[in-house]
Nanobody, 122 residues
């Protein structure tokens, strides 16, 4: 399984960006998608997660500004980021908790995308 992310870039404070991540491979389902970010010198932190059935959770710092959504037909996740602050700058990573068919039953594995840079200028 490979995750491919796109949509990062440079934007002024108050602007918007849309991140997109897709998964390819012989996948049965994706139990959850998430976006994490890592600012320089800081630990990677969870930004938003969406589970099967569109159950979502967000970091307090992005609530009301970011929206995560999933497109199961396209095996994709989207993070719409509005009202960006300079504090949102960092490398954003998509993460997938993937379910595969197995014999018997199913198995699960986690995957990370390569990261996409988001820079918000103040």
């Amino acid at each position: 399984v490979q995750l491919q992310a796109s949509g990062g870039g440079l934007v002024q404070a108050g602007g918007s960006l849309r991140l997109h991540c897709t998964a390819n491979g012989n996948i049965l389902n994706i139990a959850s998608w998430a976006w994490y970010r890592q600012a320089p010198g800081q630990q990677r932190e969870l930004v938003a997660r969406v589970r099967t059935g569109a159950d979502t959770n967000y970091a307090d710092s992005v609530k009301g500004r970011f929206t995560i959504s999933r497109d199961d037909a396209k095996r994709a996740v989207i993070l719409q980021m509005n009202s960006l602050y300079s504090e949102d700058t960092g490398v954003y990573y998509c993460h997938a908790d993937v379910i595969f068919r197995d014999t018997p039953g199913v198995r699960r594995s986690e995957y990370w995308g390569p990261g996409t840079q988001v820079t918000v200028s103040s």
